[in-house]
């Protein structure tokens, strides 16, 4: 199977219900979308990341009620450095949908999901943890793999393999 | 989550106890702070991180081939269910397709993988709640299952036998008809280690009613795999999002509406035996061809052909030199491990090297439901509700 190229304008990925729910939702919202290897992408605005979750949580047709994964990608020394993926799944329907936030690399900070889906947690500590962003509304935003006193974030980019010596 | 304990009336009643890390019924490192009342448990806060290993990080710095070693040791009882997510990953990535032999081997190894997995939880979860034979007999059928994976990988734990467009090599002569008599005396077993317990008046008593979950609350919280389906969500990416050919094997999904740890329990049960139904399905059907996907450029060449053709010796020094280059993208392949749903996030830059390799563990998910049954139970059922999850202690940490 050749690979496709992926369709990034918003225009051709209307039909999509997922991306038609958030736009009939809220235009503004949405920053960008990618079709790419049967894989459904959605970049959302920062401030709008809880409530497009709740919405897509509520959503009548194919309720993504199950947090699958969430986690981080640093692409420095570019900016927006950070952003923080998620991955949802909806049980009813088995359908998967990737959400992505851009943060900058200055003092990167997002709203807690976990009053969406409690399962995130364990994911947004292990975020914190490995990439230093944090999470406003966190019941408990504390390290969770790395020891409490560790300095740095292992999984940036600028952070050696081997670790500061 | 709260901070215990939270008032000082309550700080004169209530105790706060250490289980673990070293504990023989944490199944490895895993550390829960528990505060009791009496021998009730009130709040359970798990502590985890003893075995990370920063393995994420690593796979940055290596070729995408170098990094299939790296998933064994990540959930050490389930080698090949790693394998072969992140191969379909990367696979994904490079728009691959794999030869229908090693498709087959695949769902074949996979489940004796799953096999291999639920016998170690079901003597050692037994062995928790008082049950010492049953250890021994499963034991005895797991050491058949590692003596397959010696056979085809060299390796009874470590196998890494599935590589980037199929499989490292061909199974050797006298394995299918091994694996055939395995799958043959299996069920007998499976009917053996549910005589010991199935009915056994004193385990159903610790597990019955224990560690109870409700629908909602497993979905809440990201249970997965056994732990979802004993809480009566109809789930099974084997059937519901196939993946390397499982579209072509009938099987039954068993979902248990209870909740509780018995459920868990007979929904793995039920699944050995439709993964001994699987291995003989892919035995019966398994096809002839090739076991690596057509394309030099990606695909370690035969030995033979080294030997005899310049292409394949030059080929061979820049796989194992530069490695191969993947193409820019992302993917999130989800498959069923024996835990629930193991979830590869691989992101590639266009470079040899991928850019971010995450794991979605079903252990670090399940593991947050475990503070929601233990609530309000005894210390005694923590151990039988700790069993009934399956955590992999490897699988959490990374």
């Not at chain 1, 986690?71 to 020394?77: I, Q, S």
């Not at chain 2, 890390?21 to 009342?37: K, N, Y």
């Not at chain 2, 194992?320 to 193409?327: K, L, M, Y």
Request: glycine content about 8%.
């Amino acid at each position: 199977m050749p690979l496709s190229p992926a369709i990034t304008e918003i225009e051709q990925l209307k039909a999509h219900p997922v991306l038609a729910r958030l736009l009939d939702w809220n235009v503004s919202i949405v920053e960008a979308a990618k079709f790419d290897r049967d894989e459904l992408t959605i970049w959302i605005a920062k401030e709008a990341i809880r409530g497009t979750c709740a919405v897509l949580r509520d959503n009548s047709n194919s309720p993504f009620n199950y947090l699958a994964d969430l986690t981080c990608l640093d692409w420095y020394p570019s900016e927006p450095r950070f952003e923080v993926v998620y991955h949802l799944l909806s049980i009813p329907t088995k359908e998967r949908v990737r959400l992505k936030v851009r943060l900058d690399g200055s003092s990167p900070a997002i709203e807690s999901v976990t009053s969406v889906w409690p399962s995130a947690n364990f994911y947004e500590r292990e975020v914190f943890d490995l990439f230093g962003v944090r999470f406003a509304g966190h019941p408990n935003l504390k390290r969770i793999l790395m020891p409490d006193d560790w300095e740095g974030h292992p999984l940036r980019k600028d952070y050696p393999v081997e670790g500061y010596r | 989550m709260t901070q215990f304990p939270a008032t000082v009336e309550e700080q004169d009643r209530t105790l706060v106890l250490n289980m673990g890390p070293q504990h023989p019924s944490t199944h490895g490192v895993l550390r829960l702070v528990l505060e009791i009342d009496g021998e009730t448990v009130l709040r359970v806060r798990p502590e985890v991180g003893y075995l990370h290993t920063g393995i994420e990080k690593t796979c940055e710095a290596k070729f995408y081939q170098q990094v299939v070693p790296l998933t064994d040791r990540i959930d050490y009882l389930c080698p090949m269910t790693n394998n072969l997510a992140y191969c379909l990953a990367v696979e994904k990535l490079l728009g691959l397709e794999i030869p229908p032999k090693a498709q087959w081997m695949r769902v074949l190894m996979n489940e004796l993988t799953r096999i291999n997995s639920h016998l170690v939880w079901l003597g050692t979860h037994a062995m928790d709640l008082g049950a010492m034979t049953v250890f021994l007999y499963c034991f005895r059928e797991r050491e058949d299952v590692l003596r397959f994976f010696e056979m085809v990988s060299g390796q009874r734990m470590m196998t890494s036998y599935f590589r980037i467009g199929g499989l490292a090599l061909e199974p050797p002569l006298g394995f299918f008809e091994k694996v055939r008599k395995f799958a043959d005396r299996f069920p007998g077993n499976v009917d053996e280690y549910e005589g010991l317990l199935t009915g056994n008046p004193i385990f159903m008593m610790r597990t019955k009613g224990v560690a109870y979950l409700s629908a909602d609350d497993a979905v809440a919280l990201g249970a997965c795999g056994p732990t979802l389906r004993g809480s009566g969500v109809d789930i099974d990416l084997r059937r519901d999002a196939p993946y390397t050919g499982y579209e072509h094997f009938k099987f039954k999904v068993p979902v248990r509406t209870e909740g509780d740890v018995f459920a868990r329990y007979l929904c793995r049960v039920q699944e050995l035996r439709e993964s001994i139904g699987m291995v003989q399905q892919a035995l019966a059907g398994m096809p002839e061809g090739p076991i690596k996907a057509d394309s030099p450029k990606v695909v370690l060449p035969d030995r033979e052909k080294m030997k005899t053709q310049m292409e394949a010796l030059i080929y061979h020094f820049k796989i194992i030199t530069e490695g191969f280059t993947v193409p820019a993208g992302e993917v999130y392949q989800a498959i069923e491990s024996p835990r629930g749903e193991m979830g590869y996030y691989v992101v590639s830059d266009g470079t040899a090297k991928p850019y971010r390799v995450h794991m979605r563990g079903p252990s670090y998910a399940n593991l947050q439901a475990l503070a929601k049954m233990c609530e309000g139970q005894l210390i005694a059922d923590v151990v039988a509700a700790i069993g009934s999850i399956d955590v992999v202690l490897g699988d959490i940490d990374r």
